[in-house]
């Protein structure tokens, strides 16, 4: 018999993680109910799933007084619902639970998850997709070789990319550090997870220096006005004009935000006049020099390790395109990644160039794939193994050292010990 699935949070990554399961899982897995706290949502999603009008739920409170409904749960809401709505789904009997990162900025709140889903055999897997495809699963291999020998440092680096950033951390959902979480954790929960997962050690101690330096008041160009179709005498020579991202270029040029208009409108379906009020009144039309963002566009962490390996993080907003670079440096050799292309350097040695077996679209949607794939293997019990599996026992690190290079950095780079914080 098939498995059931119900998703709570019909955004990007809900219907995401729901298309996968539908084209790819749909002989062992049927969505079974939804809920969203926005009825247009429900209304566009639901009949592609042919999820019945009884199984649509417009509140979490709603949806969990049911008890639990489905095999197993997917909750893919906003930031700051996680923690509440991973606990009720626990307390309500879910054993399986996919729950989108970050799981919570407050330490307290992700460690009783973690502690709530162990004393009840809850299985709560977050969303680190990278650690998924097979490019950074190829990673890990080579160094769990030992071809490299030991590692001794790691220098990553999180190119957002400067149109992704003014689209997520400084017009949209992920601007404002009190309503989701500072963007060293949004956005490198990922990076961090990766970087721990490498080590296989923990990690002792975290630095940080990093600010909001560029999307400021002060440095809005001569003639910016609030909305970019406002008046902006700018707009000509301004990269973050809203019309020109949005709207105007053409696919050959577009950036993915173009494409993420039910972000911008919250309908599925989109005419031009939808996108064009959107921008004209809505958040995503703002200038990027004159909205109420407070995350940080630049940062650096320094980790060190008990293992006395050393690792670098970086995050930036200005990079044209969005990509990630890993350097791991070990004993006997190096490893040097582009994002999709590997290269292996052994000293004295040959430097080989690495088939990661990665498709080309990408390693985020790679990981993407490849989590929904492993969600269903745990949920048809078709492995049992968690080795290499993000849970939240797994995840805890990630968050920890987050949060400490939060708190370093708010300290003016000082140094934070992990048991401290
Ligand atoms: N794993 C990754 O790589 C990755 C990438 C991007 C985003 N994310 C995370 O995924 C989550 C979802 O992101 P998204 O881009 O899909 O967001 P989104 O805003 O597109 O979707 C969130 C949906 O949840 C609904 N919702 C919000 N609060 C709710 C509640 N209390 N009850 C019911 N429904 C509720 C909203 O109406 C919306 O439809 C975020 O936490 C984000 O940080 C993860």
Known sequence: MKKTVSVIGLGNRGT????FLKAFHSSKVGIYALCDCRKQALDDIAPKFSVP???????????????????????????????????????????????????????????????????????????????????????????????????????????????????????GNWRDEAAS??????????????????????????????????????????????????????KKTCPYDAERLYIKDPFYKAKFIKYMKRTLTGKAKNTRADVQEAL????????????????????????????????????????????RECHIVGTKGELIGYGTKLQMRLFGGKSEKVHTFSPGIGGHVEGDLRLVAGFVKLLCGETTDLTDITTIEATVMSHDIALAAEASRKNGGAPVFLKEI
Not at 16 to 19: D, K, L, S
Not at 118 to 135: E, M, P, Q
């Open 181 to 234: 979480t500072p963007s060293i954790l949004a956005k490198c929960c990922h990076d961090i997870d990766l970087i721990a997962w490498f080590m296989d050690s923990p990690c002792v101690s975290v630095s940080s220096v990093g600010s909001l330096k560029y999307f400021r008041r002060e440095n809005a160009p001569e003639g910016a006005a609030p909305t970019c179709m406002g008046g902006c005498r700018a």
């Open 16 to 19: 995401e993680y729901m298309g």
């Open 280 to 323: 004209r009144h809505g958040d995503y039309g703002r200038c990027v020099f004159m909205c109420d963002n407070d995350v940080c566009d630049n940062q650096l962490v320094t980790m060190t390790f008990a293992n006395g390996a050393t690792a670098v993080l970086e995050m930036n907003a200005f990079s044209d395109k969005m990509h």
């Open 53 to 171: 009008q009884e199984r649509r739920f417009l509140s979490a409170e709603a949806f969990f007084a049911q008890g639990p409904v489905s095999d197993a749960l997917i909750v893919t809401t906003q930031d700051a619902s996680h923690y509440e709505i991973a606990k009720q789904a626990i307390l309500t009997g879910y054993k399986l639970i996919l729950l989108e990162k970050p799981v919570s900025g407050v330490k307290e709140k992700y460690t009783e998850l973690r502690d709530l889903a162990a004393a009840n055999g809850a299985l709560l897997i977050v969303c680190h997709v990278l650690r998924y495809s097979n490019y950074y699963r190829k990673i890990k291999e080579i160094i769990c070789s030992g071809q490299i020998g030991e590692i001794v440092t790691v220098n990553h680096t999180e190119n957002v990319g400067y149109f992704h950033f003014a689209h997520s951390f400084v017009r």
